[in-house]
Nanobody, 124 residues
Framework: HVQLVESGGGSVQAGGSLSLSCVLS????????IGWFRQSPGKEREGVAL???????TYADSVKGRFTITQDSAKNTLTLQMNSLKPDDTAMYYC???????????????????WGQGTQVTVS
C-alpha cells in the first residue's frame, strides 16, 4: 500500500518562500508521475507541478517561474520549492503519485489514485 506524507506547509507573507516535502513509502510502478496538486475552498483541484521517472517537469501556468519540483528517487522524496508566493497560492497542497500513461504527466486530478493527506499553505 503506497503511502505519501507531506510536510512543510505553513503561513507566510506575500513574496515569501516555503518548501514542501513528500516522502513516499514506495513507487508503485516502474514509470511514475509524481507531483503536487492543490485545492482551495470552492475550487477544483489544480495540478501545480508534476515530474516523471525521467525527471521531466511540467507546471501550471500560474506557478511557472516561481515553483520548482525536484525528486530524489534514492530517498523516495519529492520537494516543491515555492518562491514569490501570492495570496492566490493559499490552498491545501497534496502530494500524488501514479503510473505514467502517456508521453507527459497529466495535470488532471482523476488520473491519480495515490494521494497524501495534504499540508496547508496560507499566504497573506
Amino acid at each position: 500500500h503506497v503511502q505519501l506524507v507531506e510536510s512543510g506547509g505553513g503561513s507566510v507573507q506575500a513574496g515569501g518562500s516555503l518548501s514542501l516535502s513528500c516522502v513516499l513509502s514506495e513507487y508503485p510502478y516502474s514509470k511514475n508521475c509524481i507531483g503536487w496538486f492543490r485545492q482551495s475552498p470552492g475550487k477544483e483541484r489544480e495540478g501545480v507541478a508534476l515530474t516523471d521517472s525521467d525527471g521531466e517537469a511540467t507546471y501550471a501556468d500560474s506557478v511557472k517561474g516561481r515553483f520548482t519540483i525536484t525528486q530524489d528517487s534514492a530517498k523516495n522524496t519529492l520537494t516543491l520549492q515555492m518562491n514569490s508566493l501570492k495570496p492566490d497560492d493559499t490552498a491545501m497542497y497534496y502530494c500524488i503519485v501514479d503510473v505514467k500513461w502517456g508521453e507527459h504527466c497529466s495535470h488532471a486530478a482523476n488520473m491519480y489514485n495515490y494521494w497524501g493527506q495534504g499540508t496547508q499553505v496560507t499566504v497573506s
